[in-house]
């Protein structure tokens, strides 16, 4: 019986070493793949969806075939095809549209895998250009509006005597052949981008007759209400809103042009002193800064900026501090509360020595029988002052401990109201720490 288990054992040892021996070589021969193009590449329109049908073989299992698309060194589009058998294969790979790209010539790159990872490659010259579009299509909310070409290379246009001076709409294109799609221009980030359809605010000077155009390979477009700003033209990010981000100097003169009314508008005395109907004093520290003008509350809305985006508090203290919470407002708090709304935050004044500056007036920025906001960080939620950081002297405001008020929010002392009209300056100073705070309120 012993010969016997032992001989089972050394059959049983050989079976898996030639086992073993075959999986080695099975996982160290290397594959043949061959792959046939049976799609003649002789160019496409930006915007495409190019199909491809390739013949593949191998004398061992296929594994994948991708097609991929570059514009100079950089690879803008692919396509993963699972090959498990030999045959023909076909595809698509897309050929974005994208702002300011020449016609020329990209490269297609075919590569096939097996499952040993043995592989091969073959590329494709690819004529790439704009369509030459015979009209695109203006889309507002009732009508849509032909925009022909106006002989400027890739400019359209739509002229009409359109119902209102205030156009939002949105743009696209014709499919102008079987691989074509629709492309659709839309409004993002205070630009015009493609592949969306959130309407582009269009604003003529007048009402009436007038034309609408844009450009398919530059995005630009016209009309748009043009106010500016030390010279800077602000870019709309509605019909209401107009934007735009400079460097400023504390003191420095700005010039505002296009806005007829600029004498009825509302001055916010933390970022400006009124120079004249046309011209501000700007007064916080020298830095980037955001502002916005809203056409509606007739106001500009300013914003410390730190890479383009709004600033934080950084533990050095220098940065931006943001006001949320009820009962305040600018340009009032009637008109526009900010409340609970973190996209509402207001971006205190940096004024200096790592101090940071709100001012309200009793009645129109503030209300006067209560307030209940507090100090955060950042423009939302986060890092926010609570009572362990934040401390005040005031014998007007209460800062809440958790017990007697949440914690960090400010409160009037009980028996106390503000005064209709007065000017209340708040003052943050972290020259301390941040995590030292001390709030000064004054009443002037």
């Known amino acids: 019986m012993k010969k016997i288990s032992l001989f089972i054992v050394h059959c049983s ?35 495409d969806d190019l199909p491809f049908t390739l013949s593949v073989s191998d004398h061992v299992p296929l594994s994948t075939l991708t097609a991929k698309l570059y514009f100079g060194d950089e ?86 005597t359109f119902p209102s001076s205030d156009l939002p709409a949105y743009i696209k294109t014709p499919v102008v052949d079987a691989n074509g799609n629709e492309i659709t221009f839309g409004w993002e980030n205070a630009g015009i981008m493609q592949g969306i359809t959130t309407n582009i605010p269009f604003v003529s000077p007048q009402p009436g007759l007038f034309s609408v155009t844009f450009n398919t390979r530059t995005y630009e477009a016209s009309p748009f209400f043009e106010i500016l700003i030390d010279g800077h033209p602000m870019a709309p990010l509605d019909k209401e809103n107009f934007q735009v981000d400079l460097d400023l100097t504390q003191n420095g003169l700005l010039t505002v042009e296009g806005i007829a009314d600029i004498a009825d508008w509302w001055i916010d005395p933390d970022y400006f002193d009124k120079a004249s109907d046309d011209a501000l004093t700007f007064l916080p520290i020298a830095g980037r ?107 007007l405001i209460s800062i809440g401990d958790g017990v007697t008020g949440d914690s960090g929010n400010l409160a009037l002392i009980e028996g106390v109201t503000l005064e209709e009209g007065t000017v209340y300056e708040f003052v943050i100073d972290v020259s301390a720490g941040i995590d030292n705070a001390i709030l000064t309120v004054t009443q002037k």
Not at 14 to 27: G, N, P, Q, R, S
Not at 353 to 362: A, E, M, N
């Open 13 to 47: 040892l050989f079976i898996v070493l030639l086992t073993a021996c075959k999986d080695d070589d099975y996982e160290l021969s290397p594959g043949n793949p061959v792959m046939t193009a049976q799609t003649q590449f002789t160019g496409a329109h930006f915007g």
């Open 75 to 160: 690879e803008v589009s692919k396509t993963v095809i699972r090959t498990k058998e030999n045959g023909d294969y076909s595809g698509t790979v897309a050929v974005p549209f994208y702002r300011n790209i020449p016609d020329g010539t990209a490269t297609l790159e075919f590569t096939l895998m097996d499952t040993h990872l043995t592989s091969v490659s073959q590329t494709f010259d690819l004529p790439v250009r704009r369509a030459a579009y015979p009209y695109l299509i203006l889309v507002t909310a009732d009508a849509s509006y032909p925009m022909l070409p106006t002989g400027v290379p890739n400019e359209y246009a739509a002229t009409e």
């Open 289 to 395: 800064y955001r502002i916005i003008a809203n056409m509606t509350l007739k106001y500009f809305r300013v914003e410390a900026l730190s890479g383009g985006a709004p600033a934080s508090l950084q533990p050095d203290g220098t940065g931006a501090i943001w006001v949320i919470g009820t009962n305040v407002g600018k340009p009032s708090v009637d008109a526009n509360e900010v409340g609970w709304n973190e996209g509402k935050a207001l971006c205190m004044a940096p004024i200096g020595d790592r101090k940071y500056r709100l001012t309200v007036v009793g009645g129109e920025t503030v209300r006067t029988d209560a307030i209940n906001f507090k100090f955060f960080h950042q423009r939302g939620w986060g890092g926010e002052y609570g009572h362990t950081t934040l401390s005040t002297t005031s014998d």
